[in-house]
Structures are given as structure tokens and as C-alpha cells.
């Protein structure tokens, strides 16, 4: 039997991954190929920033793997985060609309989970959309859409959930006097695990895209750059973390190796579809969650995670298709995270539930070349400091710290020329597009998290 | 003769370079060499942040000839500006001393000259210490460390003065109506001029080296990268501009065509020095005089121009010395504004005016290799933002914004893990030192100019 003598060719591949006794999934085979469509593997970093990519321009260290993945692909060089931190991101990614449409995505972050920290029961997901397209689905990593068992990601279309639900963990299991996270979770019950977190999630997404059939949707949410920031093998370093937002810990060296570490195991996640020949039939998507954190490069933007400046929204944003997206190009296209529910679902045959349209595009005809990169109009919103944002074009109206500003992208990436003097109509404008986008959202609360953006870092004073 | 025979043998090098005409100085005939001391060449950027030559880490541009002079020299990593903004490190410059021991010292920066921004008459300078041991001194560019006449460079050691007494100036000659400075003078009287400012400071560099006999001391202070930022070619653009600190106009694109045309002319400058095979026989110095301002890169610094962070403080620093320094080396020494004055004393064989001694270091021997690099201890102060800083060793204690903070330099450059918890004891130390140091300088008054640090980008909210 054809099917037979391909598994066991699978197996002599895995074999030299040490995959062997892993069952491997056959979405590659052949026979199948024309009638199944693409595996999807999304890998999402968390706040990794514009530049900490070699193949976007970060200096002191490489990543080849993405480099790589980026030079048989599109490298994006305007994709941007839904917000400027992370669970509004992901809400707006697993929604496929502006967060603020929910009372969750109101939360920036989520930090202890309230009852109403959950999405609404039944609501669509890029994960159940894909699960009625009869992919098979798991999200491993990092959830924060709320806590399990109630808003677990397997209330949400997920078949598969292996990480943590909160903001953050620690890399390295901790003692149990350690009031920092590092627990794990496998579809609701405690996981035993020890090692590099990067390693063990990616170990993970192994074992899963090696054990299962048919076409797979693998959200693959690392950790990684997110604080604590302990390099592999920095076991005692990681014992000393006691609260992710501490601000007397971590240095360019130790970020540096948890990047490299990152890339090498999105290496081995590659590596995996090449040995069970999935690669030409799997989707690879690369990006994250919002702009880089303090020891991140996000040359040429100015601004940090947390703002709404281009360095706190800008993100890598990497695609490979093969035969469908030409290799080694860059694209002009804005893209950004709500936009991946459309157009990963328009790849599998699908689309978003009409009752719940899309906020974002699909972009899959620019994507492979069919049309033309077009002008964009987004926006953003973040309690923190009172931001608001708009860009439309290449234009962008900023309001933040008190402070109102228009910039044009497309001369100043820097956003340190403020035109709004000289283009009072074109202000006006984006400021008014900005005020009817908002009264269409929920309006955040008072109870709603926020903190003070300039007490972070010495020179936000 | 063969000094004629070497003049006629100058005239025809000096021809491919347009110099055809002008009297050669005959500083590298190898008859004087013996007898006579090093010219020296001092190069100041205005602005150039850390990494904003490619030898430094700038990628959407290169700087072939400072690369260049760097792979002939010493490229420090660690050098420093004595201040954060430009008059005040000038003064530091100049009198090889903290500027805070002069009232002029206090004006951060000089903005209206009053009668005590000045230099006290016969005050020693790098200059007038330089003419005392036989050089012709000059100073092209900017000065701004007092008006003139009163405070003219003439009148504190610079034999010969062409350029601008402000802190900036257009890079075009403006109509009359436009209020943004474009004045030159030379040694007292109006320049009139035409073309692109960068080109016609250098080419006077060219005309004054090429002009005289002996050893010489040229400070040839640019006015690039500094605001306005137009770039060459761009006399329309030039006109727009009505006053330095217009907070609407520039962009990277400028940025990188003026740092680039700096990179020529300095070039020029050089290839004047070949051709006059005065090479071997000048230190050339290239530095800045501040960190750099809103498009410069400055990493792995954070902190821009006004601020005490490294980013605002650490310079680009290259001295080139045929014979002496080993070139294509770099160095971890610690080198500040005001060693310069020692250091090149020494180099001329001679030694500060002990009434005026140098809280700067004579580091030849370092930068020769005589001795290894070792630590020091500096300070530094600025009134916008109440700003202090120390520091010993690797460790820095920064005051800004109201909040202090110690950073460990060697294991955290950009200045975000606060270590002032984990060492109570180092940095109630180094706190004292500056109380100690600041105890023993001239206190701002109020009439010193300040501003709001917070109010300037849209970044610092």
C-alpha cells in the first residue's frame, strides 16, 4: 500500500529528528495533496520587536532559522500588533476583529482574571472557524484570554492546549516557594516538566504535528523574549526572578541568548515539517504579539511595548507558502493581526461567520502576488497614558501623554516630525475617523487595568 | 634646495585636489620631522549620536572615510561627552576641566549670549596651551561658548577663526527675511558665502592646512548632523526652516545625506593631509559633542542629546596616529571630552598650566600602548530634568526625572535593570560621590537656561 510504504518513509526521516515511535501525521503524502488544504503553523514570539530579527536588522546576535524561513517567504515591513500589548493582541488575532468589541479585550493586560475575562461562550475563533474546515487544531504556549477551566482554549476551537493561560512564565520550573508562574497545563490537567520552557513548548509542537492526521492549524505561542529573562541553561538565574515585572533584572547578553535559543527551536519545528515533507503544503506564519520590551531593537520607530508609538505596534512578520507566496521578498504591505483569521481561513476554502465579520482583510491576493499592496485604515487604542491612534495611508494621528501629534510614515518612521501644524485638515480628519471608530467600541471602565506608562523605564522618567 | 624641491613636489599633489596655488605647509618634509611635534587635527560632530557611523553600528547608510580613519586607528567604544548638550561640553573641551567651574559653564546650552557667557580673558586653553608650545591654532565651525567679539576664539589661543559663534546655524545662506542664523565670520569680519555649509567649512580646513608653515592645531568643529536638517542640495528645504528647534521637519532621509556629505568632506580633509603627506605626522581626533539627537541610533544605548543616559552621553571616538597608535584596534578605555587638552598637550610635549590643572587624564599611554586601560571616575550634571550621574568603574548612579537608579554599565549598557536595591551600600557610595564632587562646582543660578526633558519628542510624553 502506497499509504504504508510512505509512513514508513516518514519514519526513516523522523528518525534522524529522533521522532521515531512518534506516529507521523500524512498531510504530506501525495495522494492527498489535492484534495487538502494548507497546515497552518502560526508561531507567534511575545514582545519580540521590530528589529530583533538579523533579517530585520538586530546586530549583536543571528537568527538564521528565521532569517531563513524569511528568505523562502515574505518578510513583511509594516506588520503590526493589534495593540501594544499582549492580551488585546490576541484577542484581536483569535477574533479576527478590534478587541474592544469585548468586554475581555478591554484589558491591557489581563493580571488576576475576573469572571468576565473569558471570551463569550460559542464566540468564533480562527481556531473553531478552522475546526469546521476540518482542520485539526492546538494552541501550545501562552493562552492569556482568560484562566482554565472556564476560558480555556479548548472551550474555543482548540482540540489541543499544552501551556499557561496568564501573562508570563518562568523558563525553568521553580521551587514551590516561588511566588512566580511556572506552572504548565495539557488540556486542563498539571503537566510535570522540566528544561528550558522554549524547548519543552517546542518539543511539544513536535510530538503534535508528528501524531495526528490531516490538516493542522498549530498556534505555536512561545514565551520568548517575554521576562523573566533567563538564558538556557540559567537555572540558578531564573530561581532569582520572583515577579516578571521586575525592574532590576536582565541584560542584552541574556536576551540575546533567549532569541537565539527561540530561533534554534523554530529551527527544530521546521526541521520536523521537512522530515515528514509538509513543508510545500504548510502555511508558516511568524510575527508577534506587540512591539519589543527594553532590551529590544526596534530601529528605524521610536517607542516600547505599552505605546503606541510604531516601536511599541510594529512587528516582524514573516509568511512562507511554497508555490503560492514568492521567496525571498519583502513587502510594503500593512498587515496586522486581525488580519490573519480572514486570510488564513480564505487559504483553507473558508471565511470568517458572517455574524461576526472580520475587522481585518484578507490579504491573501496580495500575499501571493495576485494584487497590488493597498492603503490601509487601523486603529488603536490603550488606556495606559490615554493613547489613540490611527493610521490611514501613510498617515497617522497619535495622541498620547496629553499630547496630540500627526506624522507622516512615510518621511518620518521615526514619528518625530510633527505635522499636525501644517496639515490641520488632515489632522482633523484622522482625529475625527479616530472618534467615530471609538464610539463604535466598548468603552473601557474604571476597573479596567491600566498603569503609568512614563514610571517604566529611566528614560520614560 | 630641497625644501623647494619638496614645496614643487607638495603643489603637484596638491593640484589633483584643486589645491593648485595655495601655499603648502611643509610640516611633513622629512628635514623638520625630528624637531617638530604632530599636527593635530580635532574633528567635533555636532549631534552624532553612538551608533550613527557605520564603524559604529549604522546600517541604512556607511561612512567609508571615518570607517576608514578607524581601521588606520583606535576606535574607542567607551568614549564620552563631558555634557549632554553642546556649549557646556565645548567649555569641557577647551579647558580640559569639569565646565561647571566657569559661569559659562552653567549655560546648558548657551542660548542668548549675556556678558559672563564667556571665557575669563587669559583663561588657558587647548589653544592658547597648543600656540605656547608652537603651533598655529585654528578653529572652524562652531565655537558657541560666547558672541563676538568679546568672546571671539581670537581671543582665547585660535590664531585664525572662520564660522559661527551660536549653537547652530542654516545649512544654506537664507534671505534676509528668514530668522534662522546663517551669519559667518571670519577672524572678526562678515564671510560672504555660498553653498552648502558642510562643503565650506571643510574646504576652509583644506585652505588653512594647506595656508601655513609648523605644526598645527585645527579644531574643526561641524555644524552636521545638527538641526536644521537639510541635506545637500536641498536649498528650498533650507528656506523652510525659520528656527533650529522647529519640532516639525527632518527625517532619516536627511539625516543619513548630511552624516554622509560629513563623511566626504572629512575625506577631503584627509586626503588633503595625504597629499601634503602631512599623514604620518598629524593625530587626527574624530568625536561628537553630545549624544545624538531625534535620528540618531544610538544602541545599545537608550537616551537621546539632554539626557544623562548613555545614549545621551557616549560619542563616537577615533584617533588616528601613524606610528604610535596601533590601527585597526579597539579600545574599552574610558575617554571624556576633557582629556583631550592633556592628552594632546602631551602628545606636543607639553603639560597643562598648573593654576588651570585638568580634571581630564592624559591617556597616551593608554592609546599607544604603553599601559593598559584602566577605570575612571567622572561626573556629569544637567539642570533640565535635575540630572546627575557618576561614574566609577562600571557602575553608574543616574538622578533624572526624579528618580535615581545604579546600573551595572559592563553587564546592562542600555541602563534598564535598577540595581540600587540589590546594593544599598554601592549606591549610597556612589550618590555620595556626586554630592562630594557636585560640592565642589559652581551652582546653577536661576537664570540659567533649562527646559522640560519630558516636552521634547513624542516619546518622552
Given at each position: 500500500m502506497g499509504v504504508v510504504a510512505t509512513r514508513r518513509e516518514l519514519l526513516r526521516s523522523a528518525a534522524g529528528l529522533g521522532l521515531a515511535g512518534m506516529i507521523p501525521a500524512l498531510a504530506g503524502c501525495s495522494e492527498a495533496k489535492a484534495a487538502q488544504p494548507p497546515n497552518i503553523l502560526f508561531i507567534l514570539a511575545d514582545d519580540l520587536g521590530y528589529a530583533d530579527l538579523s533579517c530585520y536588522g538586530r546586530r549583536d546576535y543571528v537568527t538564521p532559522h528565521l532569517d531563513t524561513l524569511a528568505s523562502q517567504g515574505v518578510r513583511l515591513t509594516q506588520g503590526y500588533a493589534n495593540?501594544?500589548?499582549c492580551s488585546s493582541t490576541r484577542i484581536g488575532l483569535v477574533t479576527g476583529r478590534y478587541q474592544q468589541r469585548l468586554v475581555v479585550g478591554l484589558e491591557e493586560p489581563i493580571t488576576t482574571p475576573k469572571p468576565t475575562d473569558m471570551l463569550p461562550a460559542g464566540h468564533p475563533t480562527i481556531a473553531s472557524l478552522l475546526k469546521a474546515q476540518g482542520y485539526r487544531t492546538a494552541l501550545i504556549g501562552k493562552w492569556h484570554i482568560g484562566g482554565a477551566p472556564a476560558a480555556a482554549p479548548t472551550n474555543y476551537g482548540y482540540d489541543h492546549f499544552y501551556g499557561y493561560t496568564g501573562g508570563g512564565t518562568s523558563y525553568y520550573p521553580l521551587s514551590a516557594a516561588n511566588p512566580m508562574p511556572d506552572d504548565l497545563i495539557s488540556n486542563g490537567s498539571p503537566v510535570a516538566w522540566n528544561g528550558y520552557l522554549t524547548d519543552v513548548l517546542a518539543d511539544e509542537a513536535v510530538r503534535w504535528i508528528t501524531g495526528g492526521w490531516g490538516p493542522f492549524f498549530l498556534s505555536m505561542h512561545f514565551n520568548a523574549p517575554h521576562a523573566p529573562w533567563t538564558a538556557p541553561g540559567d537555572m540558578a538565574g531564573a530561581?532569582?526572578?520572583?515577579?516578571?515585572?521586575?525592574?532590576n533584572r536582565g541584560n542584552l547578553d541574556a536576551f540575546a541568548k533567549i532569541v537565539v535559543n527561540l530561533d534554534q527551536n523554530i529551527g527544530k519545528i521546521l526541521a520536523t515539517l521537512d522530515a515528514l515533507h509538509l513543508a510545500n503544503d504548510t502555511i508558516v506564519v511568524f510575527t508577534s504579539d506587540n512591539g519589543g520590551e527594553?532590551?529590544?531593537?526596534?530601529w528605524p520607530f521610536t517607542g516600547v511595548k505599552g505605546e503606541l508609538l510604531e516601536g511599541g505596534l510594529r512587528v516582524p512578520l514573516i509568511l512562507r507558502w511554497p508555490g503560492k507566496i514568492a521567496p525571498a521578498t519583502t513587502s510594503p504591505q500593512v498587515m496586522v493581526s486581525m488580519d490573519f483569521l480572514p486570510t488564513l481561513l480564505a487559504a483553507a476554502g473558508g471565511a470568517p461567520d458572517p455574524a461576526f465579520p472580520s475587522d481585518g482583510e484578507n490579504l491573501l491576493p496580495v500575499l501571493t502576488g495576485a494584487s497590488a499592496p493597498h492603503p490601509r485604515k487601523l486603529f488603536w487604542r490603550h488606556k495606559a497614558g490615554d493613547q489613540a491612534a490611527v493610521r490611514d495611508g501613510d498617515w497617522k494621528y497619535l495622541r498620547l501623554g496629553g499630547k496630540e501629534h500627526l506624522f507622516d510614515l512615510a518621511a518620518d518612521a521615526r514619528e518625530r516630525a510633527d505635522r499636525s501644524a501644517d496639515e490641520p485638515a488632515r489632522f482633523a480628519q484622522l482625529r475625527d475617523a479616530w472618534t467615530a471608530w471609538n464610539a463604535g467600541m466598548l468603552p473601557y471602565s474604571a476597573a479596567n487595568f491600566t498603569y503609568d506608562v512614563t514610571q517604566v523605564d529611566a528614560d520614560r522618567y
Open positions: 495593540s501594544c500589548v530561581a532569582l526572578w520572583t515577579d516578571a515585572l521586575d525592574r527594553r532590551f529590544s531593537e526596534m
